[in-house]
């Protein structure tokens, strides 16, 4: 078990937490949102709260749930990570339009994708895509697949803002599983797979995606395509009463012999403080 600890970068950091809610700096913007798994007390003053210029109103993932803003605070806003440009983004459901549990994800991709010969890299349930520009930019062919036409939209429009307009990358809005089945029919092979399903999803023709009844299909499907050597996959799992060691298990029987690790993707405060645990992960290579 490795836990993957983000202490954030000089676009977001964890501020404070407790309560149930947790306090974040993106870029210029403090937001103050709900975090279930923040059940401690609080160490920053109330008014440190107070004076969020953004706060998720709502349960967690609560469809009434709407963001309170504090003064002039723009929906989207220019961020990066390492050098590569995409939007932060107020959107339903509190999220934020990226996810920063995942810098030490982009960090190991783009490691494995610098050792390889400008590498064909399959991004599946991709959203906004910041992996895949991330990993463009390190040098891949990117194939960018996600069942939303708004959020492929959002994707490009990072890809404009990132000036990486002549990047190979493909956006398809797609099944998943439909696409990567295609694929293998084709005899398509990837030097690398990334794969960050939701617990529960829809494809564009309504295609019913639930992850504990489709994920160990889809992890076959993505055996097959691929290649035998120096070849990687991340796959994150959020929001699932599961143990890391589940998709472990799964991924170890899908990929004999691969090289892996499993653990939580952990966002820990500033100053080397508290931790929060956002998601479970495996990833492994050939
Ligand atoms: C949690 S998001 C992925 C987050 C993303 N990997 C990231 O880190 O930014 C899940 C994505 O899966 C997409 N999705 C849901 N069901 C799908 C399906 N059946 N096929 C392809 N994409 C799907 C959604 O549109 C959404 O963008």
Not at 12 to 25: A, F, V
Not at 40 to 50: H, I
Not at 73 to 85: D, L, R
Not at 97 to 112: I, N, S
Request: net charge neutral; glycine share 10%.
């Amino acid at each position: 078990m490795t836990d993957l600890i983000t202490t954030g970068w000089d676009e977001y950091r964890l501020l404070d937490c407790g309560g149930g809610r947790k306090l974040e700096k993106f870029g210029p913007y403090v937001v103050d949102r709900p975090e279930e798994q923040a059940m401690g007390s609080r160490r920053l003053p109330p008014e440190k709260w107070a004076a969020a210029n953004a706060a998720f109103a709502g349960e967690k993932d609560a469809e009434d749930g709407r963001w309170n803003f504090r003064g002039n605070v723009p929906e989207t806003w220019p961020t990066h990570y390492k050098g590569v440009k995409f939007l932060g983004r107020f959107t339903p459901f509190r999220h934020i339009g990226y996810f920063p549990e995942q810098a030490p994800h982009w960090d190991w991709m783009m490691e494995r994708i610098g050792k390889q010969a400008e590498p064909k890299i399959l991004n599946l349930f991709s959203y906004t895509g910041v992996s895949s520009l991330l990993a463009a930019h390190a040098g891949a062919q990117i194939t960018h697949v996600d069942a939303s036409k708004k959020a492929i939209g959002w994707a490009r429009e990072n890809q404009a803002l990132a000036g990486m307009e002549n990047a190979k990358i493909r956006w398809i809005c797609e099944d998943a599983r439909k696409f990567t089945a295609r694929e293998g029919r084709r005899g398509n092979k990837y030097g690398g797979i990334i794969l960050d399903p939701p617990k529960f999803g829809r494809g564009p023709e309504k295609e019913v995606w639930n992850l504990f009844d489709d994920l160990p299909e889809m992890l076959s499907l993505c055996a097959a395509i691929l290649e035998e050597k120096n070849s990687f996959v991340i796959l994150t799992a959020y929001a699932i009463r599961a143990s890391h060691y589940s998709i472990y298990e799964l991924c170890r029987e899908k990929f004999p012999g691969a090289v892996m690790e499993s653990g939580e993707l952990v966002i820990q405060e500033e100053n080397g403080g508290r931790k929060i645990a956002t998601s479970l992960y495996c990833r492994l290579q050939r």
